[in-house]
Nanobody, 127 residues
Framework: QVQLVESGGGTVQAGDSLRLSCVGSRRAFSNYAVGWFRQAPGQEREFVTATSRNGGTTLYADSVKGRFTTSRDNDKNTVFLQMNSLKPEDTAVYFC????????????????????WGQGTQVTVSS
């Protein structure tokens, strides 16, 4: 089974950028759609973005459209989340998750569909 490890979190000022990475442990990583979710203190986990197995379809939450971009490099078993124009309300623990899917499937936006989760990386945006 694929294991996921996130990295790239940190503390930045509003308006800054961060790039998160999610690395899968096995070549089978390309068999999975990958989503990013986030959870702020006292709040439920929420969908941020997801990419299909081959990166051909990407979905974004309205709150991050135009600011965040997800991409994947299956040769490196890695999915990236580029976050620009960060806002204090983006502060949360960010998790990547994998959903075993058929090649052409539209990625899911609901966390319950994702079987494998990373440990999360903290993103803090100060005003």
């Amino acid at each position: 089974q694929v294991q996921l490890v996130e990295s790239g979190g940190g503390t930045v000022q509003a308006g800054d950028s961060l790039r998160l990475s999610c690395v899968g442990s096995r070549r089978a990583f390309s068999n999975y759609a990958v989503g990013w979710f986030r959870q702020a203190p006292g709040q439920e986990r929420e969908f941020v973005t997801a990419t299909s197995r081959n990166g051909g379809t990407t979905l974004y939450a309205d709150s991050v459209k135009g600011r965040f971009t997800t991409s994947r490099d299956n040769d490196k078993n890695t999915v990236f989340l580029q976050m620009n124009s960060l806002k204090p309300e983006d502060t949360a623990v960010y998790f990547c998750a994998a959903d075993r899917a058929i090649l052409s499937a539209r990625p899911n936006t609901e966390a319950d569909y994702y079987e494998i989760w990373g440990q999360g990386t903290q993103v803090t945006v100060s005003s």
